[in-house]
């Protein structure tokens, strides 16, 4: 009887133990394109569990529909708009829904360039000049000037400051 008691108890502690630590794998697919990175999204220890780093802390603290295992990620709140790792990229631009416009359900866009939210380190790829025309939910935004210079002829300069504040200039004469 004795050890049957001792044997329960160690059974019930590593249990406990077990459900503290576990994994939230559900989670992953409760923000934008989160398949990419798996668990390194929201832990220090990319296999997941463990110690979360500022973009899971944040989660955790404030964004979660109740504490613990059982709550959803809170994702169309302010989320996608606020900057977890403090890198100057917002949580959404960094999991490519800048608007917050993902919703649960929605696939994951392997296509699209996507960093790490909660690692001040990574940030977002960006393509080339020829990207004025991602539209009003990429980024950067191009404003179109047309100039008519007198014995020059007509030239469109495209602009845009990217999400570090550098200018981008497009010349095109016509």
Not at 42 to 54: E, M
Not at 66 to 92: E, H, Y
Not at 121 to 135: A, N, Q, T
């Amino acid at each position: 009887m004795k050890k049957t008691s001792v044997i329960l108890l160690a059974a019930l502690f590593a249990l406990a133990l077990s459900n503290g630590a576990e994994g939230r794998p559900k989670r992953v697919g409760q923000i934008p394109n989160g398949e990419i990175h798996g668990c390194a999204n929201c832990h220090v220890n990319p296999a997941g569990g463990g110690a979360r780093n500022d973009f899971g802390r944040m989660i955790e603290d404030e964004f979660l529909s109740a504490a613990g295992f059982s709550g959803n990620v809170l994702w169309q709140s302010d989320l996608p708009f606020l900057d977890a790792d403090g890198d100057g990229v917002p949580n959404g631009e960094e999991l490519g829904d800048p608007n917050g416009a993902w919703q649960l359900g929605d696939e994951s866009d392997f296509q699209v360039l996507v960093s790490l939210p909660g690692d001040a380190k990574s940030v977002p790829e960006r393509e080339g000049l020829d990207d004025f025309d991602r539209g009003s939910d990429g980024w950067p935004h191009a404003v179109s000037t047309e100039y008519d210079i007198p014995g020059w002829g007509n030239y469109v300069v495209e602009h845009a400051a990217n999400e570090w504040g550098f200018q981008i200039i497009e010349l095109d004469a016509d």
